[in-house]
């Protein structure tokens, strides 16, 4: 049995919505399990994070997903302070070579959302994981991959003033979607 | 009297009609004059880029926007080739001062495009220039800043079998316009 | 007169050093004047930064430099929820036009510095922002540039356990204040 | 038994001593085989490179380990003409699922190595290969990433006007070593 966990803050819902769609792919893969882990402001004091139950949580997985909305070209505050407080599992490596993934959103199609997904690989790489991209062409006609990253998945929706429910392209869900399955595959074949 | 060079390198053509619209764009403002420089695959011997005239273009520059398409992440080879001969200009520290710009284009909305923006300012830097970015917020009506970009202008067609003219949407060609006239601009301010 | 502000984070207090070579060099250059900001985790509340104060010496400026020490490859979850919380004048597009620079510091020469500094361009771009980097050759024999980075101006200082004051590598400062007098002379020529 | 390749581009001899190393070290892992290929000047004709024997090692190989120089904060040309080669695999996917490395050498310590990292890590990414990064603290105290680089193993050497023979730093080819091996070690754990 492999676990992965997603781990991810989410303001809006966006970022929520592609994170399930990860964690539903995930456990279409037989023999997994799939985690979904909120980081929130609440659990912050005076800028520093904590919440032991979400390290532990993760400490126990085989895979890990990071997710984050792109606010102002990168992650937000928030999830940059759970990243930062698990430097204290950095400094004893405790997740090294475990599988690594990442994911973002945000209102433009391109909107500097490698660059988020830049800065998670390099925050894995410290960590000494194991990066798995997207793993699938761009712009296919399903919406698979419509707009091109292959570092992770991303998601994009322009601003809604309708009042409406919360809605992802369904292209970026089935991609986010594809990209569980796939991060749960990788966890099988690295033993 | 100010100088803008865009130097680019485009093989299909759609990075031209981008680097066209900046040069269009420059010379709107007042008191400016634009040049087109292209890198070609001709210019290059075993793997070195040379071309005396161009060089000397960029020398008598105020401002340098650089463009390619970007081919698997990055600026394209022969692009390379260009900016590794123009070690020999940072080596002196020939453009140091001058205003500096990037552009590219892909087929897809993101595509890694942010990749090829950052690596142009990392050059950028090196040759000591001042960087000026896209300065339009995204999404705009009138189609600027369509995908979401603002280290430099974008864009993105996706493929076209028909075998007509070569095509980019018209916001992204309005992005590089008013680009090229805020580069112009941004020369005219640094005195 | 041009005011030159130096808004930074710094936990250990070698960012803190950095941050007043900066300004230190910025009042090095005839008619400006030069203001250190710190960001603290007490201006942070369940993960969301709010200093009216801070933001408007910002408004005010010229120019801003913006400096975080690096951690886990990323600028510090503190000095991000200000970039988070800076979102409301990059809606209003309030910084636009104004000079930008940044600076970082870490234990290792490398440790994945280039990354804050991509990041924190980046920022700058969304914000309509004019880049200046360092503009010196690499490992000049008086400690100027000695770890080569021109994005703008990094500082490594190793782990140190014997109590001692925190110190910066003298190379690292002196490229800091050098970098503060180039920021206020690119205040002074941008008109 | 598993094949190692590493494909690298090296013009004064830094990164070909850093590519050995890492052949060494893969071969140091039980039943591996390992493959040093050199992207040359000679293999480009007009810009666009060509060895169909590379290609065809690189095909059979399960891990790519890419290495260049970092010139002008990026790539050598030579080597991105090599990528860009390899965009006709890209477009088979023909590397899908290859675990994947990368390695770079310059004057400078930091010397914007990472963003030549980040570079090869987007590439393999667009190959839907697995990436691998150093997996080693910092500046450990046998030299082992002195630098401090997790995306990949980086090395500095200063000038050299001597005339004596070219040399890296002990540890910078050591952490290549130890590189190898963990590649190596990857490719038999990823079944």
Chains 1, 2, 3, 4 share one sequence.
Not at 22 to 45: F, P, R, V
Not at 112 to 122: A, R
Request: charged letters at 15%; aromatic letters at 8%; a negative charge.
């Amino acid at each position: 049995m492999k676990t992965i966990s997603v781990v991810y803050f989410s303001n809006m819902g966006h970022t929520r919505l592609m994170a399930k769609s990860i964690a539903k792919g995930a456990e279409q893969a037989d023999g997994t399990t799939a985690h979904l882990l909120q980081i929130t402001g609440e659990q912050i004091t005076q800028g520093r994070w904590k919440d032991e139950s979400i390290i532990e949580q993760l400490n126990q997985s085989d895979a890990i997903v990071f997710g984050s909305p792109t606010y102002m070209g990168g992650v937000s505050a928030q999830f940059k302070a759970f990243i930062d407080a698990a430097s204290a599992i950095w400094f004893q490596q405790g997740w090294k070579d475990k599988i690594a993934g990442g994911f973002t959103h945000s209102g433009s199609p391109s909107g500097d959302k490698q660059g988020t997904l830049l800065y998670l690989v390099t925050n894995a790489m410290q960590h000494g994981m194991i990066w798995v991209g997207t793993g699938e062409m761009g712009m296919q006609e399903n919406g698979v991959n419509r707009l091109g990253s292959w570092l992770g998945p991303i998601g994009s929706t322009p601003p809604d003033f309708s009042g409406g429910p919360v809605q992802v392209d369904p292209g970026d869900l089935l991609t986010a979607e594809l990209y569980g399955t796939r991060i749960a595959e990788a966890a099988k074949k690295w033993v």
